[in-house]
C-alpha cells in the first residue's frame, strides 16, 4: 500500500477527522479496505496545491468534484453573511465583476457564499469549499448551483463522501477558503458573523483582507466597520 492509499483509507476511517488521521500516521494504525467513490488528491500530489502546505494544518486529502487544476490557478476568496442584505449582495457581485480574470473561492453556504458563486458562474469560474461529504447537498437551497459546479467548476472537501454534516467542520474548513484566495473579500458581517474566523485565518496566513464599509448603524455591515477600524484594507472602489 503506498501513502496515497494509506491516506485517503485513514480519511475514510476517521471521516476526514484532521487529528485522528494524524494520530492514526503517527501509530501508524492498521486501516481496512474501503469502497473509495470519490476523487481526490493528497498532500503528496503535484496537484496540492502550495498555499494549502503553509497552514498549520494542512489537509491530507482533498476530495473533489469538477475540474481539479481550478485549484492552482489565481483565486480570490469571498465571504460574507448567510442573512444577505441588498447593499452586501450588491458589492458581491460587483466584486466578482471586477476579477474576471480570476477563479472565486467561497464556502457554498447560502446568503453572500451563494451569490459569489452564482454570480463567477456568469462571468468565471468558481470554487466552492464544502464541510461535509459529497454525498450532502447542503444547504438544500444550494442543489441547483451545487449541480453545476461539480461539472463545470470545482467543488472540494477535506471530508470523504459519506461524512454528514457537523457544526464544527464549517469552522475549519474556513482556514481553507482563507488560503486558497491570494486575498479575501468580506462582503457582509455582523459582530457574531462565522466570517471573522476566516478573517483570523487570511490574517495568520498574511493574506490582504478587503472589507466593504457599511453606513452607521446598519446592523448588517457592523463587522465589518470593526474589521476596517482594526486595520482591514477598506474597499473604496471596485478594482
Request: net charge positive; with cysteine; proline share 3%.
Amino acid at each position: 500500500m503506498d501513502i496515497r492509499d494509506y491516506l485517503v483509507r485513514c480519511a475514510y476511517k476517521h471521516n476526514g477527522d484532521y487529528n485522528k488521521i494524524c494520530k492514526a500516521i503517527i501509530n501508524k494504525e492498521k486501516v481496512g479496505n474501503y469502497n473509495i467513490v470519490d476523487k481526490y488528491i493528497t498532500f503528496f500530489d503535484e496537484k496540492y496545491p502550495i498555499e494549502f502546505k503553509k497552514l498549520r494544518y494542512p489537509p491530507w486529502v482533498i476530495f473533489y468534484k469538477g475540474d481539479i487544476n481550478l485549484i492552482n490557478k489565481k483565486c480570490i476568496s469571498i465571504v460574507g453573511s448567510r442573512n444577505a442584505c441588498n447593499y452586501g449582495i450588491k458589492v458581491t457581485k460587483e466584486i466578482v465583476k471586477a476579477n474576471k480574470d480570476k477563479v472565486i473561492v467561497s464556502g457554498l453556504a447560502k446568503g453572500i457564499d451563494r451569490v459569489a458563486h452564482v454570480e463567477a458562474i456568469k462571468h468565471t469560474k468558481t470554487i466552492g469549499i464544502i464541510g461535509s461529504g459529497f454525498s450532502v447537498k447542503y444547504p438544500y437551497c444550494n442543489r441547483d448551483i451545487y449541480d453545476i459546479m461539480e461539472n463545470e467548476h470545482l467543488i472540494i472537501s477535506e471530508y470523504p463522501y459519506h461524512t454528514k454534516v457537523q457544526r464544527h467542520h464549517f469552522p475549519f474548513r474556513n482556514r481553507l477558503i482563507a488560503s486558497l484566495g491570494e486575498c479575501l473579500f468580506v462582503s457582509q458581517a455582523t459582530l457574531k458573523s462565522g466570517t471573522m474566523l476566516t478573517v483570523n485565518e487570511a490574517i495568520n496566513l498574511s493574506k490582504d483582507v478587503w472589507v466593504a464599509p457599511y453606513p452607521l448603524f446598519m446592523e448588517e455591515g457592523k463587522g465589518c466597520n470593526l474589521l476596517i477600524s482594526q486595520g482591514a484594507n477598506i474597499l473604496s472602489d471596485i478594482f
